[in-house]
């Protein structure tokens, strides 16, 4: 059969909302086998690596997959925890706050869940558990504050992918970016302001992005305006001067020109150019994972104090932060106007299809 049904739909079922938020994705395991699974999906999309189908295969399963693997699964058991993987259990932190935000307002007619663009929970099956309990509308949220082609829009290519396979699709609405929320800039001035409380400023503040290569921005791609934005518009809220703040790229990959300036090399020349001390944070994750804690929290700091730096301090991303949960359902909130109902509203209809039910 073509397209995917649902054998079991009951047609006096309670129609509801649902929220799906999603993020980049983690191995199951700081393994080798686990990281080769997860990177062959990941690298394998061609909304991540714009060449030539052909010529990327024999790259990515020739070399790249047998070499990778075992380097990526060792910085992973570097950042693992009880809980696992930081990326997934933020993430999770994250809906299970916004749903209890949302339910608290407007009951169980709202379905909040969370899925990962690669790996597990994947967006197909979380898409098919939601329309299970009867999600008819469905708002999309990916936790990519900055617009790009090859995190957004490699989300809604899933989304549209799993939706050709069903039969019924919902309603959907898909947010695309909100990096200048002033919600969202005031959250993270906010957490930079709590760090400055217990530690002090430093001579400057870096904002490190994850970088794409040039050629993207040259075709188009909005990220590198959008975080450009992003710095400017938190700087001002924190009322740092030009020379106090800087916006540099961080996980270039390959050979070609990515975007510069590169958060590593600017770390080794800031103290021969007099910046003893500096402060780090990366408003382009929603969450903690392999590239804040380990590529910048770690791998970054040895290069300044090699260089001569004196001070180095990594800002923890917004995580499940109260003001970041609070802008990220009201953002929610606003996209999902028209949608929304009260508890005494959704009584009223459940009511109403039982009756029709009984019919």
């Known amino acids: 059969m073509k397209y995917q049904g649902n054998p079991a739909f009951n047609h006096s079922q309670l129609d509801r909302v649902g929220v799906l938020v999603t993020n980049l994705g983690t191995p199951d395991a700081p393994k080798k086998a686990e990281l080769r699974r997860y990177l062959k999906e990941f690298l394998s999309d061609p909304r991540v690596v714009e060449v030539p189908k052909l010529i990327w295969w024999m790259i990515l399963n020739l070399v790249i997959l047998n070499i990778r693997p075992s380097r990526s699964a060792k910085a992973y058991a570097g950042v693992w925890t009880e809980r696992g993987s930081p990326l997934m259990f933020h993430t999770q932190d994250q809906a299970n706050a916004i749903r209890e935000k949302l339910v608290s307002e407007y009951g169980e007619h709202v379905v ?10 994947s967006i197909d099956s979380v898409v098919d558990k939601m329309l299970q309990q009867g999600v008819r509308k469905l708002l999309v949220l990916p936790l990519y504050p900055q617009y790009c082609a090859s995190t957004t829009a490699s989300t809604f290519d899933a989304i549209a992918q799993s939706f050709m396979k069903k039969r019924w699709m919902p309603e959907l609405r898909f947010m695309t970016h909100y990096h200048d929320n002033p919600e969202y800039i005031k959250a993270v001035s906010n957490k930079i302001r709590e760090h400055w409380k217990v530690n002090g400023k430093a001579d400057k503040l870096i904002f490190s992005y994850h970088g794409i290569p040039k050629r993207y921005l040259l075709k188009g791609d909005p990220y590198h305006c959008e975080c450009h934005k992003t710095s400017r518009l938190i700087a001002e809220n924190l009322g740092l001067s030009k020379n106090e703040h800087f916006t540099s790229f961080q996980s270039r990959f390959g050979r070609e020109e990515w975007l510069t300036p590169y958060t590593d090399e600017s770390l080794k020349a800031f103290p021969q150019q007099g910046v003893k001390s500096v402060q780090l944070v990366c408003p382009g994750f929603s969450a903690d994972c392999l590239e804040t804690i380990e590529e910048i929290g770690e791998e970054n700091k040895e290069y ?8 180095y301090e990594y800002i923890a991303a917004l995580n499940a932060d109260t003001q970041h ?4 359902t009201n953002m929610l909130i606003k996209n999902l106007k028209g949608w929304l109902s009260t508890p005494e509203d959704t009584q009223k209809r459940s009511e109403l299809s039982k009756a029709m039910g009984a019919e």
């Open 112 to 121: 909040v869940e969370f899925a990962m663009r690669y790996g597990s929970p």
């Open 304 to 311: 300044f104090i090699e260089a001569g730096g004196e001070r």
């Open 325 to 328: 949960i609070e802008a990220l």
